[in-house]
């Protein structure tokens, strides 16, 4: 469902919308009366005076779901460069410097191009997209993006008849990312798709949430969101945009091939060696949810894999 | 001093996670993904007291700490105590009865096999943990509540095979319950307790000093 960003319900009417839930009750009592210390939430503490105008219609997916909290997207986080607690990276990567930002698209292309972040964000339009994020570790959520199909960039630098697939690469900023002295993980962080997946119209740059610049913790200033697969795959704070002719080596596969594939497609019926991928929680919820082949995206790209044993290429 | 005040006080610090689950449930810091944190805030104190009840006899043994004793029972029955609330959070709030899902969890996926396994050890160690049970158990009591080793074995495993890539803090705790699995070795342990001997008597007897007197000159040579 697109909407045009003109018809996003105003931050304060979103804000004020009358809460029903005892849980939201707990969350809000929590913001407003409990220290500073506890959430360093950029949303500003609404004041009601007059009865709001309130929109009934909550932002949604395709599905019906609601779109998970503000609060939920910006303080819940894996990105193990700053912390791998999950509600601590919000607070240790205010000081990421996100501008000025340029992304570096290169490799087999006819036109490469250092793109600048104003750049990006004046010649290509972007949409509001509601899609799910499933991690790996079996939560989701509903995220309305602000963004554009990755398609608009590679048309415009041209992949060589040689380019088979696309390789992302994180930005590392020693000074304000302390996970980076972490010997786990193999740095900097980088993913990638094969070039049809990359190509397809819901493979998307995102430069913001719920109609607002992207904050660090999400991966300002611009990152990858590829719905139909696990989280880890859409690579945050992206610098550059390679195309290549090998597929290209990724932080997780590295670390656990046995674990984390090069595709990472949602399947419930493939399990992670260790868990199982058949239910998820969807933050915000209390109960498991069933979890959808390709998060609920199969129409859109199961045919991206035709052919493909999807228990082999996982 | 410690005989007397230790075990109340291990009374109030075992409940310190609980209280903690508390202060955050209410300040909304497990607002995202509570059963999660529910059962993470769970597990570690479990893991943590079922060490602590390991490292009682390496104590006694190395420092010679008697007032540790008696606290043994009380640290497994919070391990216990934890543990089976951490597997209810597991059972209810996750699964809520999903018996068929969670049954091919349990059965398929290694880390909570290990961890029921872990839970199901301490289960008797629980209930005989009575006075009245050691005395009808008589010797054999002492053989049952060696499961502990398997179940810390098993606890370490579990923490092990579910986190995603950073090992530190499972490959911690299996070092620490390594080390005082071998202290219990009896070659180890007899070495452990010489050493505690010598320490002993070193301090208990100082050095005689000689006493330092002026003694008169001695008579000069052929006067």
């Known amino acids: 469902m697109k909407i045009r960003p003109s018809e996003i319900t105003p931050e304060h009417e979103y804000f004020n919308r009358p809460r029903l839930s005892r849980r939201r009750f707990l969350q809000w009592s929590a913001l407003t009366a409990g220290s500073a210390a506890l959430t360093a939430c950029a949303a500003p503490a609404p004041a009601p005076t007059t009865a709001p105008e309130v929109s009934t219609d909550e932002l949604k997916d395709e599905l019906g779901d609601p779109a998970t909290s503000y609060d939920a997207i910006t303080h819940y986080n894996n990105y193990y460069e700053f912390s791998t607690d999950k509600q601590a990276v919000a607070a240790l990567a205010q000081n ?18 250092t793109y600048g972040l104003e750049d990006i964000l004046k010649s290509f339009t972007q949409e509001e997209r509601i ?44 000074l304000t990312m302390p996970g980076l002295s972490s010997p786990w993980y193999n740095w ?15 493979t998307t740059l995102a430069t913001g949430i719920y ?27 992206i610098v550059k945009i390679e195309l290549t002719a090998e597929q290209p080596n990724t932080l997780w596969n590295t670390a656990a091939p046995t674990e984390y594939g090069f595709y990472s497609n949602v399947n419930p019926e493939k399990s992670h060696p260790r868990w199982s991928q058949a239910t998820e929680r969807r933050i915000g919820e209390l109960g498991r949810r069933e979890t959808l082949m390709f998060n609920g995206y199969q129409e859109q790209v199961a045919s991206l894999y035709d052919g493909m044993d999807l228990s082999v290429n996982y | 001093m410690l005989s007397k005040y230790s075990l109340p006080a291990l009374h109030v610090a075992a409940w310190a996670p609980a209280a903690q689950i508390a202060y955050w449930w209410f300040t909304g810091q497990m607002a995202f993904n509570p059963i999660q944190d529910l059962t993470f805030a769970t597990g570690f104190p479990a893991l ?16 010679g700490w008697k007032w540790s004793i008696p606290l043994r029972r009380w640290l497994g029955l919070y391990a216990f105590f934890y543990a089976t609330a951490h597997m209810l959070i597991f059972m209810v709030l996750d699964y809520g009865f999903m018996w068929v899902d969670m049954f091919r969890q349990i059965v398929e996926k290694q880390y909570i096999l290990a961890g029921l396994g872990a ?21 054999s009591w002492k053989d049952l509540h060696r499961a502990v080793y398997a179940a810390a074995i098993l606890a370490v495993l579990h923490f092990i095979w579910l986190v995603k890539a950073d ?17 219990r070795i009896p070659a180890v342990r007899q070495w452990l307790s010489s050493l505690r001997q010598k320490a002993k008597r070193r301090l208990a007897t100082p050095q005689l000093k000689t006493p330092t007197t002026t003694q008169p000159a001695p008579p000069e040579m052929g006067e």
């Open chain 1, 96 to 113: 990421f410097p996100t501008s000025p930002w340029q992304v570096e698209v290169t490799g087999l292309v006819n036109n490469p191009k």
């Open chain 1, 131 to 174: 899609y799910r994020l499933r991690c790996v570790e079996a939560w989701s959520m509903v995220i309305p993006w602000e963004g554009f199909s990755l398609s608009n960039i590679l048309n415009e630098v041209e992949p060589t008849s040689d380019a088979k697939y696309v390789k992302f690469t994180t930005a590392t900023d020693p």
């Open chain 1, 188 to 202: 900097p962080y980088t993913e990638g798709l094969r070039l049809d997946e990359a190509m397809h119209p819901l």
């Open chain 1, 211 to 237: 109609g607002r610049p992207l904050l660090p913790q999400n991966g300002a200033p611009i990152r990858l969101v590829v719905p139909w697969k696990y989280g880890f795959k859409s690579i945050k704070s």
């Open chain 2, 48 to 63: 943590v007291f079922l060490v602590l009840t390991l490292a009682v006899t390496p104590a006694n043994t190395l420092f």
């Open chain 2, 119 to 139: 839970l199901l050890l301490m289960l008797p160690l629980a209930l005989t943990s009575t006075k009245s049970w050691q005395k009808r158990l008589g010797r």
């Open chain 2, 167 to 183: 090992l530190t803090q499972p490959l911690m705790f299996a070092g620490i319950v390594a080390v005082l699995l071998i202290m």
